[in-house]
């Protein structure tokens, strides 16, 4: 007979080993899985790392194999500038030695010449003297470019033009008028020092260009100092007309006197306008009529006017001290007025001729 109780007891057991083996399958397959999973992650781990270091070593390699490049490049290129180099040392050498042999050919020419001629031979040393002092004074020659005189001559050809509008031209026309008074006053003294003008005309006419000469510089605005910088500027040697306009301001008659052209018995006529002129000259500085303009004609006409007296030495010193102040009033503007001290200086100095003439003329 078949006991009740082992059936259920079979089946409890039955279930055990089920759920024994079932938890154990579960288990394992997890165990497995995870396992797996770590393989699968290190072996990814182990790929990336390899693919960096395989990166990186692809990356020295192309860095090593551009730098080689560049340097082969380089060394290339130095390799082509020395071959350049010294084909260019070639071509001058070979240009040098030719040039060379050319003037060794032909100076042996020329010495077998020469050798020939012996006047020819004479000619040829007396140049190369010449040569050897024009070097001395004037230092080698150098040479001409082509280009630069081709270049010149296209601008000497152009018209140059000195003025754009009206103002420059009127100032270079004053500029002008001033060149040519100074030339005509040069040429008239030379005229008058050979003797080709009289005394008269001589005065007449200077006396004349000193007074333009004096509103050509006002029209320019130029003072009577800067004069003659300005004629060395232009290469004027004009030194008489330097002196008459410059230093002077009156002709040479005035100041140097004209005795030979007096005639007999005029004398007293030139004491007596002498006297008046003196008399003028204190009465215009008593009254302040001290402006350039007014003094100086009367100035000029006193000096001029005691040069006629035969009886006055040249060294007279009344014409001394109007020969200072007509100097004094050449270096100013027309405009220009004396200081208080310098109208008592020429008030003091007018006095003190006058009565040195009296004197003079009373001795003799």
């Known amino acids: 007979m078949n006991n009740p109780y082992s059936f259920g007891s079979n089946q409890k057991g039955n279930s055990n080993t089920t759920n024994n083996t079932n938890y154990n399958n579960t288990y ?13 992650q290190m072996y990814y781990n182990n790929q990336n790392y390899n693919n960096q270091n395989y ?53 042996q020419q020329q010495m077998q010449k020469m050798q020939q001629n012996p006047k020819q031979q004479q000619f040829q040393q007396q140049q190369q003297v010449k ?26 050809k152009k018209p140059l033009k000195l003025f754009t509008n009206t103002k420059d031209r009127e100032k270079v026309d004053n500029f002008g008028n001033l060149y040519s008074i100074i030339k005509t006053v040069e040429y008239l003294e030379r005229a008058y020092v050979r003797d080709a003008i009289s005394s008269e005309n001589y005065t007449k006419e200077c006396g004349k260009l000193i007074s333009q ?72 500085v008593k009254l302040n009529m001290i402006a350039v303009d007014q003094l100086q004609p009367v100035l000029s006409d006193l000096l001029n006017s005691l040069n006629k007296i035969d009886k006055l030495k040249p060294d007279f010193d009344g014409k001394v001290r109007i020969t200072k ?37 009373k001795q003799k």
């Open 28 to 40: 394992g397959y997890q165990n497995t899985m995870n396992n797996m999973n770590q393989n699968n």
């Open 55 to 107: 990166n990186q070593n692809q990356n020295q390699m192309n860095y090593y194999n551009t730098n080689n490049m560049n340097n082969n490049q380089m060394n290339y290129n130095n390799q082509n500038q020395y071959q350049n180099q010294g084909q260019k040392n070639k071509t001058q050498q070979t240009k040098t030695t030719n040039k060379t042999t050319q003037l060794q050919f032909q100076q």
């Open 131 to 156: 040569q050897k002092k024009e070097t001395q004074k004037f230092g080698p020659k150098t040479k001409i470019d082509v280009n630069l005189l081709k270049q010149a001559t296209q601008t000497i």
């Open 213 to 284: 000469f004096k509103v050509a510089l006002d029209s320019v605005g130029m003072k009577i100092e800067n004069v003659s910088q300005w004629m060395k500027n232009y290469g004027m040697n004009c030194k008489a007309a330097e002196k008459t306009l410059i230093e002077q301001g009156v002709p040479s008659t005035i100041i140097h006197g004209n005795n030979y052209e007096k005639e007999q018995g005029e004398s007293g006529v030139f004491i007596f306008q002498t006297a008046s002129f003196f008399i003028t000259a204190m009465d215009s």
């Open 325 to 361: 102040w007509l100097k004094i009033l050449n270096t100013m503007m027309a405009s220009d007025e004396l200081s208080n001290e310098q109208s008592r200086q020429l008030l003091f100095d007018l006095e003190t001729s006058y009565n040195l003439l009296n004197s003079t003329l």
